[in-house]
């Protein structure tokens, strides 16, 4: 639980400070989303298949972004039926801010325990989880958030 604890306080001061920035509009499951969105997943299929969450689960969060200007759906220019997404400027620039903020958090934390004991900590979760921090692939758990 402790893990979970941390984990929930991490991302609860981003979302403040996302708020703070003026992204008062994002939760953790859009900034995941966008992340995928940007990474490729350009259909509600694909967003829905990398969130493990179904079609219209990612179809509902696609509605939300757009309408929030953080992606829109434009035709494919290689087939016209088709619309695809993508992420907008506005989008983006909400990703970069959660970065930087995750960075302060990160460095904040630094500054309680210590750098080297933060790397320390660092080194073990990537032992037990692996090292890729923003794996898509194994996100099903998010599914609880779609629900605005």
């Known amino acids: 639980m402790l893990l979970i604890g941390g984990y929930r306080s991490l991302v609860e001061a981003a ?30 299929s694909e967003l829905g298949r ?11 969060t696609i509605d939300i972004l757009q309408k929030r200007a953080y992606v829109v759906r434009e035709v494919d220019p290689l087939d016209a039926r088709r ?13 970069r801010e959660a970065e930087e903020i995750f960075d302060e958090l990160r460095d904040k934390w630094a500054r ?12 073990h979760l990537a032992d037990l989880i ?10 099903g758990w998010l599914a609880q958030d779609l629900g605005e």
């Open 15 to 44: 979302q403040a400070e996302l708020a703070a920035r003026g992204y008062e509009d994002v939760r953790p499951v859009h900034d995941v989303a966008i992340r995928a969105i940007a990474s490729g997943a350009d259909s509600a």
């Open 50 to 60: 990398r969130l493990m969450v179904s079609k219209q689960a990612a179809a509902k």
């Open 83 to 95: 619309k695809r997404l993508r992420v907008t400027a506005r989008g983006l620039e909400m990703l």
């Open 112 to 123: 309680q325990i210590g750098s080297a004991q933060l790397e320390e900590l660092e080194k």
């Open 130 to 139: 692996g090292t890729d921090p923003n794996r898509l692939d194994n996100s």
